[in-house]
C-alpha cells in the first residue's frame, strides 16, 4: 500500500515553489552572439559583445533583421554569460528583434549588471522599459511614418529616459519621417532628456547630403549617425 504524501501548507507550500523555481534554469532564445564593434549609438566604434535575441512583434518596413524574427537556439542565462565571459569585452549590447519581448530577458540584463557588464539594450519602442533594470543603458527607437509601425511607439518610454545615460533614435525614411522626429523631439524635449538624440537614415533609402541638411538647418541637438558596421562589412552580413 503506498504511503499518503505528507500535505504542505500557507508558507511551507509558498518556499517549496520559491525553491523549484529558483531552480529551473531561465531559458532564451537566442539568435545570434557574437563579438564585434559596436556601430549605432555614441558607443560607435567601441569593441562590444553583442546577445542578439530572437522574436519581435513588430514589423517595420525597413527592417534588416527580418532572419531574428524565427528559429534562434535555447540558451539559459548561465550558458550566455559564459560566452559573454569569453569574449572578454566590457560592453554587451542586448539586442534583437526585440530583445525585451522575452519576459526572460529582464533576468538576463540584471545578472550581466551583477556582473559589472557595462549594458546597452537596443529596444524597438513598443515594450515598456520599465522593468528594465536601472543599471543598463537603453537605446530607445521611436518608430516613424514609414515604418509602419508609428502607431505602436509606447510612448512612457520617453519619459523615462535618463539625461546621463540613454539615447532615443529615430530612423528616417523621408521629410515626412524627419518632421514627425522635429515634433517629437520638441514635444517630449528629447535634446534635454536623453544623452543624444540620433538620427539614422534609413540604408540606401534617403539622400544623406539632404538629411545632413535638415539637421543643420533645424538647430536642433541632435547627432547624425550611420551605421558603421554596415560600412565596414556591408549591410547584409550577420554576426559582424
Ligand atoms: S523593431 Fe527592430 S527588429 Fe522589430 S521589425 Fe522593427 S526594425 Fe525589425
Not at 90 to 106: C, D, I, K, Y
Not at 194 to 207: E, F, N, R, T, Y
Request: overall charge negative.
Amino acid at each position: 500500500m503506498s504511503r499518503p504524501r505528507p500535505r504542505l501548507h500557507g508558507r511551507q507550500m509558498k518556499s517549496t515553489i520559491a525553491r523549484l523555481e529558483s531552480k529551473i534554469a531561465l531559458v532564451l532564445r537566442v539568435t545570434e552572439l557574437f563579438h564585434s564593434i559596436q556601430g549605432e549609438s555614441t558607443h560607435a566604434g567601441r569593441p562590444c559583445t553583442f546577445i542578439r535575441l530572437t522574436g519581435c512583434p513588430m514589423r517595420c518596413t525597413w527592417c534588416d533583421s527580418e532572419y531574428t524574427f524565427t528559429g534562434g537556439d535555447h540558451f539559459s542565462i548561465d550558458a550566455i554569460v559564459e560566452q559573454v565571459r569569453g569574449f572578454g569585452s566590457s560592453l554587451v549590447e542586448v539586442t534583437g528583434g526585440e530583445p525585451l519581448a522575452q519576459r526572460e530577458a529582464f533576468d538576463l540584463i540584471k545578472r550581466l549588471c551583477d556582473e559589472s557588464y557595462e549594458v546597452l539594450i537596443e529596444t524597438g519602442g513598443y515594450v515598456s522599459t520599465e522593468l528594465v533594470d536601472a543599471r543598463a543603458r537603453i537605446i530607445l527607437d521611436v518608430k516613424c511614418p514609414a515604418s509602419g509601425e508609428a502607431e505602436r511607439n509606447h510612448w512612457p518610454n520617453l519619459e523615462r529616459l535618463r539625461g546621463n545615460q540613454d539615447e532615443v533614435k529615430f530612423v528616417v525614411v523621408d521629410r515626412v519621417d524627419w518632421d514627425f522626429a522635429r515634433e517629437i523631439i520638441e514635444k517630449y524635449q528629447l535634446e534635454k532628456r536623453a544623452k543624444a538624440v540620433l538620427i539614422s537614415p534609413a540604408w540606401g533609402q534617403i539622400d544623406l547630403q539632404e538629411l545632413a541638411d535638415w539637421i543643420v538647418q533645424s538647430g536642433l541637438e541632435v547627432r547624425m549617425q550611420l551605421q558603421l558596421h554596415k560600412y565596414i562589412w556591408g549591410p547584409d552580413v550577420h554576426g559582424v
